[in-house]
């Protein structure tokens, strides 16, 4: 099944509780599509009726991005709560693409809004940090990114932390224990304003013995503690599971019939289904959200990674909740009634990009880099250059040392999250390399160990006979992934392009551009280039298979990058700019089945 375009979607067969039979609305998922991992929602009827979602971020910064929907069907980006490098400098730090902003929580209590959040360093050598460092955040605004607070740290050894008020206006936090002999979730009281927590650490679940119990949630209804978490660790057993107490330090009591929510053996194109939230809408019908991969049952194939699923819930008086299972086409209660009129900073989760960087602007809030960018890398409409992005090349590559950690210096590059099976993603670039090793260009980037690249680098002329060989500029595609990869291209760039063989010569006119990626069907990418004045000699350089960057905890970006390749970069020598313009993101088609 394929939504978008012209393309119409196929209805999908579904055994429905009958109380949702009655009076139901269609929808499709995913609802946040691409790189929205473990989704945490909350309804906020004093915002105008309005749903907030936050998503892990992994290594992406800006990181925590907020979604805000009044009709459940349209959401859009309002928000980022880690916003500013001195939020959380040691994102900068983090070592392996399994570290940065693990599953946040978002929750609104007496006019605030909480996030709360696990940094977590894999694997670190580097530093002397513990592996969790637990935060929460809080606004007022959750519309502005600038009201996000700095965090608030606390000591919780574990990660996947999560709030909850009891109704004497203590405040508790839940967790998964990373114990090796016994992991399970554990809970104590906490400070919001000074992170201080209780001494009395609690082991209330060990859930119903699936791998890594983690991702908690308390709900209270009809006098019963409710606790939900994900089991089965995040591929293709993942599941989710909820057990109940009459007190909220346990014991908790397994739902008979878990799992309740999982796409496990099933043929399913979704699947992955776990790590789940619910709230109530205005008319008091239950909602869920999850995060779940379109792979189907082989999980080869996913390049969008972990995405945001909805699905509607019916929980009687007394009884456990039901949970309705996820499918690329859904049918539930009926849902509020279209409303686009959502305040602020980016765009809806279906948008299409055409970003011409105009003087005086910023990067859009739906940017990302990976990790924090080094300052000076990314100049608006410099001086001789309006309507532009100026790149300044990183030493590292997308690369960069081992493929798992970059350092403090960073790596250029700033992408968009691949929201659609089918699209095409393009860019121009005016670039004159001048030295060996530059280079500049477009990536499928899923982390330093995954992408797929094609860039205009600075090569010796191997057609040259002369010694040493000249410089001359190639197009370069080349793919890194722990897959087989397409072998690496070389095309040399045509002698009709401008200044061909005088690239060195400061006065040369530089390279322009056509540099382009689409996804031409399920499972590959087309990465194509040419003159920006002659896209009639436009020609596809390489294809590369998109399982090479199905893989982790995160999702696809497309984006620029700039690069010396290992030479070092300094003020005295500061390396090639590259300038990017019409940046251009066209969605073309879903896959749902």
């Not at 969790?132 to 007022?140: A, G, K, L």
């Not at 945001?308 to 819930?313: A, F, I, K, R």
Request: charged share 10%; glycine share 8%.
């Amino acid at each position: 099944m394929l939504a978008g375009g012209s393309l119409a979607c196929l209805a999908t067969s579904l055994l429905l509780p009958l109380a949702l039979a009655a009076s139901n609305s269609t929808f499709t998922n995913p609802i946040l599509p691409g790189f929205f991992p473990d989704p945490s929602c909350t309804f906020v009827p004093e915002w105008d009726d309005t749903f907030f979602c936050a998503s892990s971020s992994f290594n992406a910064f800006p990181g925590i991005p907020i979604h805000a929907s009044k009709d459940l069907t349209n959401w859009k980006h309002v928000s980022n709560v880690l916003n500013r490098a001195e939020q959380l400098p040691t994102l900068a730090i983090t070592n392996k693409s399994t570290s940065g902003i693990w599953a946040s929580t978002i929750r609104y209590h007496e006019g605030t809004f909480f996030v709360m959040t696990t940094l977590v360093f894999d694997d670190q050598p580097q530093t002397n940090f513990s592996r969790w460092d637990n935060i929460v955040f809080h606004s007022m605004n959750p519309f502005d990114s600038s009201s996000w607070s700095d965090p608030v740290h606390f000591n919780f050894t574990g990660y996947d932390t999560s709030p909850y008020w009891l109704s004497n206006g203590t405040v508790l936090v839940t967790g998964s224990h990373p114990w090796q002999v016994q992991p399970g979730i554990t809970q104590t009281t906490i400070d919001l304003t000074t992170g201080e927590v209780g001494a009395n650490f609690r082991y209330i679940w060990n859930g119903t013995g699936g791998l890594a119990p983690e991702g908690p949630h308390i709900y209270f209804k009809d006098d019963w503690y409710y606790l939900m978490i994900a089991e089965g660790g995040t591929g293709v057993n993942h599941m989710e599971t909820i057990a109940r107490s009459k007190s909220i330090d346990g014991p908790y009591t397994p739902n008979p019939n878990n799992p309740i929510l999982t796409n496990a053996n099933t043929s399913q194109y979704f699947q992955t289904v776990g790590h789940a939230d619910l709230w109530q809408d205005a008319s008091g019908n239950w909602w869920g959200a999850a995060l779940s991969t379109r792979s189907g049952p082989n999980y080869t194939t996913y390049p969008m990674g972990r995405e945001t699923v909805l699905y509607p819930v019916t929980w009687k008086a007394d009884d456990w909740p039901i949970l309705q299972p996820v499918r690329g086409q859904m049918s539930g209660w009926q849902k509020p009634a279209t409303n686009l009129s959502i305040a602020g900073e980016g765009p809806f989760a279906d948008a299409a990009d055409y970003i011409t960087f105009p003087p005086n602007s910023s990067l859009p809030i739906h940017f990302v880099h990976w990790r924090i960018p080094a300052n000076g890398s990314y100049t608006i409409s410099p001086p001789g250059h309006p309507n532009t992005l100026r790149l300044s090349p990183s030493r590292l590559n997308l690369t960069a040392f081992d493929g798992n950690y970059a350092g403090p210096e960073g790596q250029t590059f700033v992408g968009r999250r691949q929201t659609d099976t089918l699209f095409t993603y393009s860019v121009n670039l005016e670039f004159s390399p001048q030295q060996q090793g530059d280079e500049a260009g477009i990536s499928v980037f899923l982390t330093q160990n995954h992408h797929i690249d094609l860039g205009v680098v600075l090569l010796p002329n191997t057609s040259s006979s002369a010694s040493p060989k000249p410089l001359a500029p190639y197009f370069r595609f080349s793919a890194t992934s722990y897959l087989a990869v397409p072998p690496p291209v070389l095309v040399p760039i045509h002698s009709s392009y401008p200044n061909y063989t005088t690239l060195s010569d400061p006065n040369a006119t530089p390279l322009n551009l056509y540099l382009e990626i689409k996804a031409i069907n399920v499972t590959h990418y087309a990465f194509s280039a040419g003159p920006t004045d002659a896209m009639s000699d436009v020609i596809t350089i390489g294809y590369a298979p998109a399982a090479d960057v199905s893989f982790g905890f995160t999702g696809t970006l497309l984006g620029v990058y700039a690069t010396t390749n290992g030479r070092s970069v300094n003020a005295s020598s500061p390396g090639t700019p590259a300038y990017i313009s019409e940046w251009r993101y066209t969605p073309q088609g879903q896959f749902l089945s």
